[in-house]
C-alpha cells in the first residue's frame, strides 16, 4: 500500500513546485520593487522633494543628483562652451514613417544638438524610405547630424558593422563622446569606453512589472498564449543578466525617475553614474489652442451638448491597455450617455471601438498636425498603458497641450508625470478601478478638469521640452569630456 501511495505525491509535488518556483521568482522581484515603491511614496509624503517642480537654488555636482536634469534650469545660451565630437549608436534612424519611441528620442536629440554646434556622427542600420530610395537625409549639411550607414539590409542593425565604421572615424579624429540607445551598442564593446553613455528606454525590472499587470487582465477561462508564458518564464533570467552586465557601460541615462531608482538600488551601479534626464516633446508641434480644438470637434462631429470628451492615442494594442478602456468605456457609457471617447490611431482594437457605436469616434492615424488638434479637442486624455517600460510620450504630448491625464499607477508616471493629484488621476491596471477614475473624471466635469489642464501644462512646458531634454544631454556630455562642467550652474 505505501508503495502504491508513492508515485502520486511526488506528482503533486512537482506539479505545485512548478508554480512555486514561479511565484517565488516573482515575489523575489517584486517584494524589493514594492519596498523600493514604497519608500519612494513615503518620502514624498514627509517630504514633497519637488512641490513646484523647479529646483530653485540647488547647486553642486550634477553626478550627485538623484532627482531628474529637467527640474533644473539650464541657460538656453547660443553657442555651448565647447563644441564636441558626439558618436550615436542607435539601431534606427527615423524616416517619414511613424517611428517608435526610442527613434523619436535619438532623433529629436541629436538634431537639436547637431543644431547647436556639436558635430554629431550617427551609427546606424541602412534607411530605406517608402519608395525604395535612400533618402537625401544622407546628404547633410553642417548643422545635421552625419548619418553613417552600414552595408546589408534596411533596417538590420549589425552592431559589428557599425563598430568599424565607428573605428574609421574615430581614428580620424577622436570622439568626445560617445552616446549608445539602449544596446545598439553591446557591452562587450562597450566596456572599455570611459566616454560613454547609454540612455534606457526599459529595463528588464520594468518588463517582470508589466508582465504581471498583463496577465492580470486575463479572464479566469481565458488560457495564457504560449508566447505570453515563455516571455513570462524569460523574463527573470534577463533581469539578473542585466544587473550582471550592465554595470560595463560607463554612465547610464535613465528616462524616467522611476528607472533611476531601479538602476541604483537593484541595479547596484553606483549614483554618480547614474543620471535621469526624462524625453522631451517637440514644444513647437505641441501647445494649447482652444479654437483649433473645437474647429477638430465640430468637424469630427461631436455634439455641442456632449458633456466630457476623453481622448486616447496611439497603437491599439492589447499591451497598450484597449481592453482595459474598452470595458471601462463600455460601462461608463451606460450611464452617462453624453461622454464621448476620441482615439486617435490604428490597431486591432479599432474594430472594438467601432462597435460602441455613436460615442466613441475611431479617427485613425494621425500626422503630428492632427494630433496637435485631437489633443485640444479632448477634455482630458486616457492612457490605460499595461508596459511601465519607459515613459510614453503621449502623456507629455497631452499634457504640452494643456490637458490633464487618467493613467496608469505605475512607478514611472507617478515619479515623473502625475507627479501631483493636481495633474490628473491614476488608477490601479483593472477595468474597476479604471472605472472608478473615469467616474470621479466625469463627476468634477469639463471646467475642473480644464483647470487641471493649465496646472498640467505648466509642469508640462518646465520639464518636458525638447530643448530642456537637449540641454541636459549637451550638460552630461560636456561633463563627460571634461568634469568642471559637472558643477552647477
Ligand atoms: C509555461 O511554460 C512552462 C515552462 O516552459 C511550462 O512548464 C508550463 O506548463 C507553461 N504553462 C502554460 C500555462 O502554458
Ligand atoms: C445631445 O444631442 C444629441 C444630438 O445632437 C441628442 O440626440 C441628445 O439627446 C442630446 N442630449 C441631451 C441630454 O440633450
Ligand atoms: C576643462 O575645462 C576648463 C574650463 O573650461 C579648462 O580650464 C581645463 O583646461 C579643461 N581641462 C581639460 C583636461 O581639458
Not at 306 to 326: E, I, T, W
Request: one cysteine or more; a positive charge.
Amino acid at each position: 500500500m505505501a508503495f502504491n501511495n508513492k508515485p502520486k505525491k511526488p506528482h503533486l509535488i512537482s506539479f505545485h513546485s512548478n508554480v512555486f518556483t514561479t511565484l517565488l521568482f516573482i515575489l523575489a522581484f517584486t517584494v524589493p520593487l514594492l519596498f523600493l515603491i514604497l519608500h519612494t511614496s513615503t518620502s514624498y509624503l514627509c517630504k514633497p522633494p519637488f512641490a513646484s517642480n523647479k529646483v530653485k537654488s540647488w547647486s553642486g555636482d550634477l553626478r550627485n543628483t538623484l532627482f531628474a536634469w529637467n527640474r533644473l534650469p539650464f541657460p538656453h545660451i547660443q553657442s555651448p562652451p565647447v563644441t564636441l565630437k558626439i558618436a550615436v549608436f542607435s539601431r534606427k534612424w527615423p524616416i517619414g514613417t511613424t517611428p517608435g519611441g526610442m527613434e523619436r528620442h535619438a532623433y529629436t536629440l541629436h538634431t537639436a544638438l547637431a543644431r547647436r554646434g556639436h558635430r554629431v556622427h550617427v551609427f546606424t542600420s541602412p534607411i530605406v524610405n517608402n519608395n525604395g530610395h535612400h533618402p537625401d537625409v544622407l546628404t547633410t549639411s553642417n548643422d545635421s547630424p552625419r548619418i553613417h550607414c552600414h552595408e546589408g539590409e534596411a533596417g538590420k542593425w549589425q552592431y559589428n558593422k557599425a563598430w568599424e565604421l565607428f573605428n574609421d572615424e574615430n581614428q580620424r579624429q577622436p570622439f568626445d563622446v560617445i552616446h549608445s540607445e539602449s544596446v545598439a551598442l553591446p557591452h562587450s564593446l562597450a566596456r572599455n569606453l570611459k566616454n560613454l553613455a547609454v540612455s534606457w528606454h526599459g529595463i528588464a525590472l520594468e518588463s517582470l512589472e508589466s508582465s504581471i499587470f498583463q496577465d492580470l487582465t486575463r479572464k479566469p477561462n481565458e488560457p495564457m498564449s504560449p508566447a505570453f508564458n515563455a516571455s513570462l518564464y524569460g523574463v527573470v533570467p534577463k533581469v539578473l543578466n542585466e544587473i550582471r552586465f550592465f554595470h560595463n557601460y560607463a554612465h547610464h541615462v535613465a528616462i524616467s525617475d522611476s528607472c533611476g531608482e531601479m538602476l541604483r538600488d537593484v541595479y547596484q551601479i553606483p549614483r554618480k553614474r547614474v543620471h535621469v534626464i526624462l524625453n522631451g516633446v517637440d514644444e513647437n508641434g505641441f501647445g494649447n489652442d482652444l479654437s483649433l480644438g473645437l474647429d477638430f470637434r465640430s468637424k469630427i462631429g461631436v455634439p455641442k451638448n456632449a458633456s466630457l470628451v476623453l481622448g486616447v492615442a496611439g497603437r491599439l494594442v492589447k499591451d497598450k491597455g484597449h481592453p482595459l478602456l474598452y470595458e471601462a468605456f463600455s460601462r461608463l457609457i451606460t450611464k452617462h450617455p453624453d461622454v464621448y471617447l476620441l482615439v486617435a490611431g490604428s490597431g486591432p482594437w479599432e474594430q472594438r471601438y467601432k462597435d460602441l457605436g455613436a460615442r466613441v469616434q475611431v479617427l485613425g492615424s494621425m500626422s503630428p498636425s492632427q494630433l496637435k488638434a485631437f489633443y485640444n479637442a479632448i477634455d482630458i486624455f486616457v492612457n490605460p498603458t499595461l508596459r511601465p517600460q519607459g515613459l510614453d510620450l503621449t502623456l507629455m504630448e497631452a499634457m504640452m497641450s494643456g490637458k490633464a491625464v487618467i493613467a496608469s499607477r505605475f512607478p514611472s508616471i507617478k515619479g515623473s508625470i502625475v507627479v501631483n493629484d493636481e495633474l490628473g488621476f491614476m488608477f490601479s491596471p483593472n477595468v474597476d478601478s479604471l472605472v472608478e477614475a473615469l467616474e470621479e473624471v466625469v463627476k468634477e466635469g469639463p471646467k475642473r478638469v480644464a483647470h487641471r489642464g493649465k496646472a498640467s501644462r505648466e509642469y508640462a512646458a518646465s520639464m518636458f521640452t525638447a530643448s530642456k531634454m537637449a540641454l541636459a544631454y549637451e550638460r552630461l556630455f560636456l561633463c563627460i569630456k571634461n568634469n568642471t562642467f559637472c558643477v552647477y550652474p
